[in-house]
């Protein structure tokens, strides 16, 4: 409970207008896009400039009081809940794109810009930003720094991490700290920048951040590929990467979602099927019609059916329903399970088979889901936490098939983070000395543990 001089002090900082304290206020910044956690914060505060940030974290400091940053709150770990309530700091009204320079190939944003936004600012100017989340719509650039995010474009364009140059942080007692800045290059000292890159709040509140940015593909094709079995499609994505091709796009989506690619694809072809590649491949348009053409012929060694999107229309409707799986799985059941792992490209077909043979031991549906091309699967088990029986054995399902990523020499989290979902499993995905070492950074950066307490680690 913050008291009411603290709450005051709130207000004369950021403005009355952008303090809320009253529980429905409250209950909208109580939660995110993973299913079971809930916490009330005590205040939210909106503020609107990195010296407002400043003096609101000095006070915390100061009071020891919690503080969550937020942005668009679409993160899937839990990253965003208060679960020791306090201040939830959400940086949606610092939302301007202050700037996109063509000759630097470079953008600066504050951090609530959504990333939609920012795509849409740069096409303007021919440009791209790769890193697409499939949150687009509603996450922010300092949620995408935080949580280093990925997407589709990834395989071919890389993370988030790649493209940041330069990051403004305020630290917990409130100091503005620069780093980096809008070159390509630069070897100054430690990468102090990058370990605010992927720290899920814990470290600082990223208040600006500069972006390298690429000139747009002139040219894309999408190919549509239909298998009879998941772990074949699964070799095909493993064929693809091992060809002289690198896809923009390689993703997966399995029958659990049909229902979006109804329509797009004829009934008689979706009747059988197990499994959906969809794959683009861009850049300069001769380059894309020989590439699609070998994608299309490696694809026809194993699927049912095969086609190329004859035309822009055409491919957007494929990429649609590729983008509604998440909210389409989540409506298939009252609870899911949804996981991150990320497996070495050469066992992906062996992933889906030993997660599919715990998933009969343990008799839950599971999907599979994701940006397969990077080997970066989101398994959902679907079940109920009102049954605990069945809950119960879905978790431990989970459990095995994130024990199997890491036994191919997977990741835990490819893309969306530990946060709270996944702070149990840390210990056997991490080196034991690697996690002291983050908690001595912790202490350094943030010695009163205020900022985002909780997260990534057990206490
Ligand atoms: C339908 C759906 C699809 C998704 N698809 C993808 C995907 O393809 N790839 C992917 O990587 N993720 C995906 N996500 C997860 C999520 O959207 C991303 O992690 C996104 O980048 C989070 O941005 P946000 O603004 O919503 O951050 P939030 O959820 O608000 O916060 C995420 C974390 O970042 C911290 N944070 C936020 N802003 C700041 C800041 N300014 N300074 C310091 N810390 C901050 C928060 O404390 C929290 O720990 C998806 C989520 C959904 C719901």
Redesign the pocket.
């Known amino acids: 409970m913050i008291e009411k001089p603290i709450i005051d002090e709130l207000c004369r900082i950021a403005g009355r207008e952008n303090v809320l304290t009253a529980k429905e206020e409250l209950t909208a910044y109580s939660y ?2 993973t299913n079971l956690w809930r916490h009330l914060p005590d205040a939210v505060v909106l503020p609107h400039t990195s010296e407002e940030v400043a003096r609101i974290l000095r006070l915390a400091s100061e009071k020891r009081i919690p503080l ?9 770990s839990g ?2 809940i208060p679960v020791r309530g306090g201040i939830v700091l959400v ?1 949606t009204r610092m939302n301007r794109i202050i700037e996109v320079n063509r000759t630097n190939l470079s953008a600066t944003v504050e ?1 609530g810009v959504v990333l939609q936004d920012f795509q849409a600012a740069l096409a303007r100017e021919g440009l791209f930003f790769p890193p ?4 687009f719509a ?3 650039m ?3 720094v ?2 280093n ?3 589709p474009s990834c395989l071919k364009y890389g993370v988030t991490k790649q493209y940041v140059l330069g990051l403004e942080v305020v630290t917990a007692d409130g100091r503005i700290l620069k780093l980096g800045g809008v070159t390509p290059k630069n070897r100054t000292g430690y990468e102090l920048m990058m370990l605010f890159v992927g720290s ?2 814990t470290l ?4 600006k951040i500069n972006l390298r940015v690429l000139p747009a593909p002139k040219a894309s094709q999408t190919i549509v590929a239909v298998f009879g079995d998941v772990a074949t499609a699964g070799e095909t994505v493993t064929d693809i990467i091992a060809s002289s091709i690198l896809p923009a796009k390689v993703e997966f989506v399995d029958n659990w979602t049909f229902d979006k690619f109804r329509g797009l694809l004829p009934d008689s072809s979706l009747k059988r099927a197990q499994g959906i590649l969809l794959i683009q491949v861009d850049g300069l348009p001769e380059t894309v019609a020989a590439e699609a053409k070998e994608v299309v012929r490696l694809c026809q060694r194993r699927a049912s059916e095969v086609r190329v999107a004859q035309d822009k229309a055409e491919a957007d409707r494929y990429w649609q329903a590729r983008k509604a799986h ?2 389409d799985i989540s409506s298939r059941a009252p609870t899911i399970v949804n996981e991150d792992v990320c497996v070495p490209r050469e066992h992906i077909a062996e992933f889906i088979r030993l997660s599919q043979e715990r998933a009969r031991y343990y008799d839950v549906p599971l999907s599979f889901a994701g ?1 397969v091309g990077d080997g970066n699967f989101h398994p959902v088990v679907l079940t109920d936490s009102r049954n605990r029986e069945h809950y119960t054995r879905a978790v431990k399902c989970v459990e095995e098939i994130i024990d199997i990523a890491l036994s191919l020499g997977g990741v835990l989290s490819g ?3 530990i ?1 709270l979902e996944k702070q149990r499993f840390l210990k056997k995905a991490m080196d034991p000395a690697a996690i002291e070492l983050m908690k001595k950074i912790k202490d350094v950066l943030d010695p009163h543990h205020i900022l ?1 307490p909780g ?1 990534i680690w057990e206490d």
């Open positions: 995110d896009a969550t940053p937020r942005g668009g709150g679409t993160n899937v990253g965003s940086t951090p697409d989340p499939q949150s509603g996450c922010t300092g949620g995408v935080a949580e995010s990925g997407g899920e709040g600082g509140v990223i208040t998440f909210s940006h893309e969306h983070g946060g985002n997260k």
